[in-house]
């Protein structure tokens, strides 16, 4: 089994606020917002975007999000650097981190386990 593809942009922030609102002045609409400084924002059927508010002591980074649709059947081809496996997150899904060749790192989500 492969990716399927971008699920999402996590982006990381020093101000949630203006972030989204940059985000929806480029047509992007808030589909949910957490209590804790952090949300979702979606543009037609494209990947949405995550964004994360850090504190100011910490440099924002930027994550691209590849889509697995069975966390369980997915094997990394051989070379591939996991981080992480897949592990359970708190938002109900479940992520790998790989690391490609020159360092960047790339979260792979799938639906939690059933």
């Known amino acids: 089994m492969t990716t399927e593809g971008i699920e999402a942009v996590f982006l990381e ?8 609102k940059f985000f929806q002045g480029l047509g992007y609409e808030l589909e ?3 209590d804790h400084n952090s949300g979702q924002l979606r543009n037609g ?13 910490q440099e924002p980074g930027m994550r691209l ?3 697995v649709p069975d966390a369980d059947a997915f094997s990394p081809a051989d070379g591939t650097a996991v981080v ?3 592990e359970d997150t708190h938002y109900g899904t479940r992520e790998m981190v790989v690391r490609d060749p020159d360092g960047r790192l790339w979260n792979l989500q799938a639906p939690a386990q059933q």
Do not use: M, R
Request: charged content about 15%.
């Open 32 to 34: 949910f917002s957490t």
């Open 45 to 57: 059927d494209g990947p949405y975007v995550f964004i994360a508010e850090v504190p100011q002591d």
């Open 13 to 20: 922030t020093h101000n949630w606020g203006k972030a989204a």
């Open 65 to 67: 999000v590849l889509k």
């Open 84 to 86: 992480t496996p897949f």
